[in-house]
């Protein structure tokens, strides 16, 4: 839940009938901030395209694909159910996988050329595709498209992502039962795939993927973002790192050399470093392309989701990089040979002419080379043998959360400058929202979603909401503009974006872009506090008791905060709090300061961000507890212990006695040759040696030492 003070607005709930024959009506859910939202009624939601020409939204799951009305989420057409065949179920399970994984999961909706919606599913782990047409919503199934092999997982756990360009499909998927072979493939169109002589992935992990237009006389170019094993380290264990690759939508393969495979297939590491800490962040879960000016796509950045590599450590960091960063170094970079593992000397001697992986262009077209089909085999060669790249591209976090993991990222542009919106779903349901002024990141709302706990697998903007996508339901949530900022405090936060709290009003407004530093946009709100002068809260405590003094900044800065307290104390920080054991040492003033990072502050110093007053409890108002008697309670359990044991033996003692006693009356049975007549018998009773009680599988009246 949110611990930003957000006042509680009138919920809008719709339900959501799905139709399977007969009409189904689900539970609605309640949403937040004038939002609209509903359980689906299916399980394993995890697909969402938005079709702008007719403002409906797909939605697939497990054996269903829904189309809704996007401004309410209410139904559209009656739902359309693509299950997977009791045979196949049962081959899926009889090659041993689990009976949860053989139904038929929809992993990929995308709109083609000819406006039909092209949708696949893992189908029992044998991946299959079809078309939807979306006036009548039914589901055709052609011949000649309908293996999925290499644009659906057949495994539905398994991470893969699509894109298309002009119509035309691209994808990054596992492409074979065991899921250990992978590819990158135009899977519509002229196909063109990668090639295998060579391993250009190593164990993958896709992300996302993205279409960047380019400039007129240039080739568009579709990103794709992965994580995989880095083969260019020598280490004993396996090193997971981030790469970005890049393939032209003009690549139609090579004559001789690289038939119908990728000729442009580049690729690089991306680093996500936090120098002053040096905390790298290597595990990347999600990244999503926004044009800071609109109309520009020299203005692309790539706002990208990691977390650490160490399980068990909740972190979340978010790395912003340009697409002049990126092409820098795809264009410049060095490349590594990755059949001798070694990095290439880069010279100008050893990378032939025209560069390895450039795509075609209005100064490559004045060479003669039209298509890369007109690309040379030596030029062909040398980009199959060195697909990765020696340069990195480097960016520092812009904001740093821990408790937390986000598992999407979107962004909205501000006013057509280098400002953004953030919108971050967690693995809790939540939604958050966070401005990106120059380096300054701060925390504007946290808005709980649904009322069970699952996480966010889909974020899409749509005219001023998001629709936020579940495994079971589905949000949509104004986010733009001042006023979805409800409160004073919340408004403030949000001054970076040109919104000031009207007093007259008591509504957020929109103002300047960015505010003078001399005004503090805290001060309008009457509470007396300002952004750096916080009231001291005073706290009476215990000796002995152990205190959390909570320092919520709003700006997501990825530097640590700084605590000032007295000495002799005994603390622990965790994260920006601070853990306090009281002892008379401990009492006194308590002051956290954190730094906004960035170039949008109101100064440059470390901003006083809480402060406590820590007072002891005044003991005569219980009663004063005399010293020696605080003693007492450990010689009381010492007596209770040692009477225990007391009791315990003298029951154990009567116990053994009274069975001895049984024996010894006991007169056994005698036959006419004078032998007991259960002699021969296996005894499996206590038996009594000298006052020893002894479990034993031994006949009685044997030897006492096989006993003993």
């Not at 973002?225 to 790469?243: C, G, H, P, Q, S």
């Not at 609109?294 to 340009?322: I, M, N």
Request: net charge neutral.
């Amino acid at each position: 839940m949110s611990l930003l003070n957000m006042p509680t607005t009138c919920f809008m709930a719709v339900i959501l009938c799905l139709t399977t024959g007969s009409t189904r009506c689900q539970t609605a859910i309640p949403n937040v901030h004038g939002g609209v939202g509903a359980v689906l009624g299916v399980s394993n939601a995890s697909v969402l395209l938005q079709d702008p020409s007719s403002e409906t939204l797909y939605l697939g799951a497990r054996g269903s694909i829904l189309a809704l009305h996007t401004s309410n989420l209410t139904w559209k057409h009656p739902s359309i159910k693509w299950e997977a065949t009791e045979k196949e179920r049962k081959s899926c399970m009889g090659k041993g996988k689990r009976e949860d994984d053989c139904y038929n999961y929809i992993c990929l909706l995308e709109v083609l050329k000819d406006g039909r919606i092209y949708v696949c599913g893992s189908y029992a782990y044998d991946p299959q595709c079809g078309f939807i047409d979306p006036v009548t919503f039914t589901l055709v199934k052609e011949e000649g498209d309908k293996v999925g092999k290499g644009k659906c997982p057949y495994d539905p756990r398994q991470p893969h992502t699509a894109v298309t360009a002009d119509g035309v499909l691209y994808t990054a998927s596992p492409s074979n039962f065991w899921g250990t072979e992978f590819d990158i493939t135009r899977a519509t169109g002229q196909q063109v795939r990668m090639d295998r002589s060579i391993n250009w992935l190593s164990d993958p992990e896709f992300v996302s993927s993205a279409l960047v237009r380019e400039s007129p006389g240039d080739d568009d170019k579709i990103y794709f973002f992965f994580t995989e094993n880095a083969i260019e380290y020598d280490l004993y264990t396996k090193v997971r790192v981030t790469r970005v690759a890049r393939v032209c939508k003009g690549d139609v393969g090579g004559s001789k050399t690289l038939q119908k495979r990728w000729t442009s297939f580049l690729k690089a590491q991306l680093v996500c470093r936090d120098q002053d800490r040096g905390q790298y962040y290597t595990v990347l879960t999600h990244a999503y392309p926004l044009e800071h000016r609109l109309g520009d796509p020299s203005s692309t950045h790539f706002y990208t989701l990691f977390t650490s590599q160490w399980k068990g450590e909740r972190v979340s960091a978010v790395c912003v990089y340009s697409l002049a960063d990126i092409t820098k170094v795809f264009a410049t970079g060095g490349f590594r040979d990755m059949k001798r593992n070694c990095v290439n000397s880069g010279s100008s001697e050893s990378v032939p002419d025209p560069r390895p992986g450039q795509c075609i262009n209005d100064d490559l077209r004045a060479q003669g080379y039209n298509s890369s089909f007109d690309m040379p085999d030596r030029v062909l060669q040398f980009a199959k043998e060195h697909p990765l790249l020696t340069s990195t591209v480097d960016a520092a976090p812009l904001l740093v959360r821990r408790g937390t993991t986000y598992t999407r990222i979107t962004a909205t542009n501000i006013s057509n400058s280098d400002s953004a919106l953030l919108h971050l779903g967690t693995d809790q349901g939540e939604l958050h929202s966070v401005s990106i002024v120059g380096r300054t990141a701060t925390l504007l709302q946290e808005i709980p979603l649904t009322t069970s706990v699952e996480p966010v697998n889909n974020i899409l903007i749509h005219q001023g909401h998001v629709v936020v996508g579940s495994p079971s339901s589905l949000s949509r949530v104004p986010v733009e503009g001042c006023r979805v900022y409800s409160s004073c405090q919340v408004c403030a936060r949000a001054a970076g974006l040109g919104c000031v709290w009207d007093v007259n009003k008591r509504a957020c407004v929109a103002d300047s872009p960015v505010q003078r530093e001399s005004e503090d946009p805290l001060k309008v709100c009457g509470t007396g506090e300002g952004r750096c002068s916080p009231v001291v809260k005073e706290l009476r405590v215990k000796k002995g008791l152990v205190v959390l003094l909570p320092c919520d900044h709003p700006h997501l800065s990825p530097l640590p905060c700084v605590w000032e307290h007295p000495q002799g104390r005994h603390t622990q920080q965790h994260h920006s709090h601070l853990e306090v054991t009281v002892s008379g040492s401990s009492l006194g003033l308590y002051s956290c300061r954190c730094s906004a990072q960035g170039d949008y502050s109101w100064g440059s110093e470390p901003c006083l961000t809480a402060s406590y007053q820590l007072i002891m409890e005044d003991l005569s108002v219980e009663g004063r507890v005399d010293p020696g008697l605080r003693r007492s309670p450990v010689w009381v359990y010492i007596s209770c212990v040692l009477l225990g044991v007391l009791v315990g033996a003298l029951g154990a003692t009567v116990f053994l006695k009274r069975l001895c006693w049984r024996a010894a009356q006991h007169t056994p049975l005698v036959d006419g040759n004078g032998r007991g007549a259960n002699q021969g018998q296996q005894g499996r009773g206590p038996t009594c040696y000298e006052n020893k009680l002894v479990m034993s599988d031994t006949p009685v009246g044997q030897s006492g030492e096989s006993v003993l």
